[in-house]
């Protein structure tokens, strides 16, 4: 067995909105897998964004079992400001020499994942993250990861790591993903590869792969479920508008971001306005976009409450007893 003593400490932000049915079997692979270097696991933030189901009691329940698993109840339901809300608010000084792991709540992992994640930070330690790949045989796409890392040094949302010293200058910096914003790892992506400074060289080494053969394991979709085509468009959509929006991201630099995705998305919807697309997901995007302008004309606001029990093209995630809570304005 490796000695825990040769990684680092790991602390593991997991993402989960309405999660209820794979929350338990996404805590309790990653727990299992932290088992070679169980020791160095200090803790499992699940950041609870927006859910309306049981999410939050089932991940209670396991946190009576483990203590390492915490609760951070978050009213806004948005990936990006639950990001902001781990880096910001839920890391500080003594988690600068952990390595975390970004993990969304409706994956599992192979045994070796984390042990082969904290292996890669020690072979490379001037890297500041961690690309995880799908597992060998998970999802019909899985050599476009495998190109995508290798031309772009391309990190996967599903499941990444970033070193507490890249954490550490985020903060320092101010960098924040602005809210609303589709797919924070492509932001995450090009701050690794730029260091946090667009007016640096590209690197897109300073992200090193965790292992070929290891990785994050997610459901396939099938085309005779229409619940799964469904989902299937949302992401096609979701992809349209993501393009959209890195593509006027890049203007600017990272700490120069805006808070939330409004502005972007009124500039891209006055960009397309008149525009005629025969591309039935352009259209369908630009719809979702003015749907969204009109549900929210004002800018939301969002408290978390933490929960610690005792137990347009691309470019190359304390103890104390359950009952206790603190809450911090975001």
């Known amino acids: 067995m490796t000695n825990p003593d040769h990684f680092p ?9 309405n999660e209820e049915a794979s929350i ?8 299992a897998a932290a088992g070679p270097v169980g020791a160095a696991l200090t803790r499992v933030v699940v950041l609870a964004n927006g859910c309306t189901d049981s999410t939050d009691q089932r991940v209670l329940d396991l946190a009576r079992e483990d203590c390492r698993i915490q609760l951070c109840r978050i009213s806004l339901g948005d990936k990006a400001n639950a ?8 890391c500080s000084e003594e988690h600068e020499h952990c390595l975390h792991l970004f993990v969304d709540g409706d994956i599992t992992c192979t045994p070796g ?12 330690p001037t890297a500041h993250a961690v690309s995880v790949l799908p597992a060998i045989g998970v999802g019909r796409n899985r050599a476009l990861n495998v190109r995508l890392y290798e031309e772009d040094g391309a990190i996967f949302g599903n499941f990444y790591a970033l070193t507490g010293e890249f954490l550490r200058d985020i903060r320092v910096r101010g960098i924040r993903i602005p809210r609303f914003s589709m797919g924070e790892d492509v932001i995450v992506g090009e701050m690794v590869c730029f260091s946090l400074d667009r007016r640096n060289p590209y690197d897109n080494r300073r992200a090193v792969l965790a292992s070929p053969t290891e990785g994050f394991v997610y459901r396939s ?6 619940l799964d085509m469904r989902l299937y468009l949302g992401r096609r959509i979701r992809y349209r508008i993501r393009a959209w929006q890195t593509a006027f991201l890049r203007f600017c630099n990272f700490q120069d971001m805006p808070e939330t995705m409004h502005p972007v998305n009124e500039a891209i919807l006055s960009a397309i306005s008149g525009s005629i697309s025969v591309s039935p997901i352009r259209h369908l995007a630009r719809k979702s976009l003015q749907r969204f302008a009109e549900r929210h004309p004002v800018e939301q606001a969002s408290s978390a409450r933490i929960h610690r029990p005792n137990a347009l ?7 104390g007893a359950v009952c206790q809570s603190e809450e911090i304005s975001v």
Request: hydrophobic share 45%.
């Open 113 to 124: 994942t984390i042990e082969a994640v904290c292996a890669a930070v020690r072979r490379s």
């Open 83 to 90: 990001w902001n809300t781990y880096v910001h608010d839920l």
């Open 24 to 31: 338990g079997a996404c805590l309790k692979s990653l727990l």
């Open 313 to 319: 093209e691309h470019r190359g995630e304390r103890k």
């Open 9 to 17: 400490s790991i602390s593991i932000a997991v993402f989960a909105h």
């Open 221 to 226: 979709l099938s085309a005779w479920r229409w």
